[in-house]
């Protein structure tokens, strides 16, 4: 079986699954938090094309996921715009925001970087805040209408969540196929050497740019899909606490894997509600499980399993050699 | 095929190149010797683009090509490696190759996102081309490991095809035999050979002085960032000022 054969079956299997999961599951607790991971799973993704390919650090990324949800709250509650049609105004207007600032920023490199974009998140936290007549302020915006199509609403949890998951798994397919194409061994390239992705004519500061938009475009439409969907959106879900969330999310589950961003976003939205029967241990509990992960797959949560699953094929292999 | 013309480099108060003119002929192998802190990489670093000149014009055939970042360089047809081998570690051989293919094809962000036909049909060509290259250099066995687990002196190889990749008109190697065994380095002449084979113009910084002789046409000696002499290996061996900047004023 060739490799992209394989690649594709296991993307068949991975969105069967998601499709059928709810059919299993009672009450609609689990299948809010599996619309949760699927909106992690979008940012995470996003966030990972930038992180974990091109190795680009932002600590703002949920600046663009809280524009996304303003910028559609706002077109829907005080204008008379159509949801789909604000979801695209969302879309476009953080990705021309990215395009804007991503230039200079860019150009920094390592700690630079992560202080500007670190700055960026907390400005447009500021925003969120403080724009009182627009977004609410602190008390949040509410009744923000439901995404609908015809008759259609995605008003109740079992709507929802194929809404959500069929918009992750479009962004998972779009970004595999982004991985394995020019663009993404080009991403990777400056990931691994900056001067000799140049030499070899990739334009590095303008892909920088390009994954940049790109990334904080798809954040965006999780977003307006997170503001659709709750209906209630309020600045505290777009700080700085959340953006840090974002990186450990990409980190935990693997740089450069998009499975990985899956299992990461799937961790760290489960962990808190697991370990709820902690009570008050249950940060202490978080962390730790975190420090563990990171110090024994230091390639991530995917990687781990990779190893196992080889192992684990050449102890039954090595059985059935010796018998 | 590549002329630099009274060239000045200056890094604070240290003249690193001073007044550097040469060229380079269309489909020959030329090497430039000197002593440690002659200039070479400096040189070479800013024919590629990667440093800005402090004064002086470099030409690609007809074009002034001064002020060219190394990517357009790339697209142009001018190409290097590196003295310290700069592959792309987690990538694997055939995509560091492939990575070299980047100026010969063009699907955009939202094409490659989308798979949409061409691109499906480029990506192909791509492979194909890449694998090509490989074999050339002889590395397609091992075309699925991972670029960092290669030894040394098949890294040093796998830059090559995947400067070769960009199809270039001329490539600048810098110290490609250093760190490699002697066996490897009698390889390596055999595959410069090849490459000039190919109608590419070669030009190389090296130490290896057995090499510089046996494979260049044309040598250029810098000394202290001047350039000393330029002729045949025969010229240059008989050359009495590169002999004393080589073993001392006697």
């Known amino acids: 079986m060739t490799k992209e054969r394989r690649q594709i079956l296991i993307f068949l299997f991975f969105a069967a699954a998601v499709l059928v999961i709810p059919f299993f599951l009672k009450g609609s607790y689990f299948l809010n938090v599996l619309v949760f991971i699927g909106i992690n799973t979008m940012l995470a993704v996003a966030l990972n094309l930038l992180l974990g390919y091109a190795g680009q650090i932002s600590l703002g990324h949920a600046a663009f996921f809280g524009l996304g949800a303003y910028i559609s709250g706002i077109l829907t509650t005080r204008f008379p715009v159509d949801p789909w049609l604000a979801m695209m105004l969302a879309g476009f207007c953080a990705a021309g925001l990215a395009f804007v600032i991503g230039f200079p920023i860019l150009k920094l490199k390592g700690h630079y970087l992560a202080m500007a974009t670190l700055g960026f998140g907390i400005i447009m936290y500021i925003i969120f805040n403080e724009t009182v007549g627009w977004t609410g302020g602190p008390s949040g915006l509410s009744s923000i209408p439901n995404l609908h199509i015809g008759s259609l609403f995605f008003d109740n949890d079992w709507n929802n969540y194929y809404l959500i998951w069929i918009f992750t798994l479009g962004i998972m397919l779009l970004s595999i196929n982004l991985s394995q194409s020019r663009i993404g061994r080009a991403l990777r390239a400056i990931h691994d050497s900056e001067v000799a992705a140049r030499v070899m004519g990739v334009n590095v500061r303008i892909l920088k740019v390009q994954i940049f938009t790109v990334s904080a475009l798809l954040s965006a439409v999780a977003g307006s899909l997170y503001a659709h969907t709750m209906t209630f959106i309020s600045p505290v879900a777009f700080g700085f606490n959340f953006s840090v969330e974002l990186v450990t999310m990409v980190i935990i589950g693997g740089l450069g894997s998009i499975y990985g961003s899956f299992l990461g976003a799937a961790i760290l939205t489960l962990l808190p509600e697991l370990l709820r029967v902690f009570q008050d241990f249950d940060i202490v509990i978080y962390g730790l499980m975190l420090i563990l992960i990171t110090m024994f797959m230091p390639g991530g949560l995917i990687s781990g399993i990779e190893t196992l699953a080889k192992f684990v094929v050449s102890r039954i292999r090595g059985k059935q050699s010796n018998a | ?250």
């Open chain 2, 1 to 250: 095929m590549l002329r630099l013309d009274g060239i000045n480099k200056i890094f604070g108060g240290l003249t690193a190149l001073e007044d550097v003119s040469l060229s380079v002929t269309r489909g020959s192998i030329t090497g430039i010797i000197g002593p440690n802190g002659a200039g070479k990489t400096t040189l070479f670093n800013i024919v590629t683009g990667l440093y800005t000149q402090t004064s002086g014009q470099v030409y690609l055939g007809e074009k002034n090509i001064s002020l060219f970042a190394p990517e357009t360089l790339a697209g142009l047809g001018l190409v290097r490696t590196f003295q310290n081998v700069e592959l792309f570690g987690q990538m694997t051989v055939l995509e560091n190759v492939m990575v070299g293919l980047h100026t010969r094809s063009k699907s955009g962000i939202f094409s490659c996102a989308f798979k949409i036909p061409s691109q499906i049909r480029e990506e192909k060509y791509i492979k194909e081309k890449g694998l090509k290259w490989l074999e050339f250099t002889g590395l397609a066995d091992c075309a699925d490991l991972t670029a960092c687990n290669l030894p040394f002196g098949k890294g040093r190889l796998l830059e090559i095809s995947r400067a070769l990749a960009v199809e270039p008109q001329i490539i600048l190697m810098d110290e490609p035999a250093a760190g490699l065994n002697s066996r490897e380095t009698v390889e390596l002449a055999s595959l410069i050979r090849r490459i000039k084979e190919l109608g590419i113009t070669v030009v190389l910084v090296e130490h290896d002085m057995e090499l510089v002789m046996d494979i260049c046409e044309s040598i250029i000696v810098l000394n202290l960032g001047k350039k000393l002499a330029q002729g045949t290996p025969r010229e240059i061996q008989e050359n009495p000022a590169v002999i004393s900047a080589y073993l001392g004023e006697g």
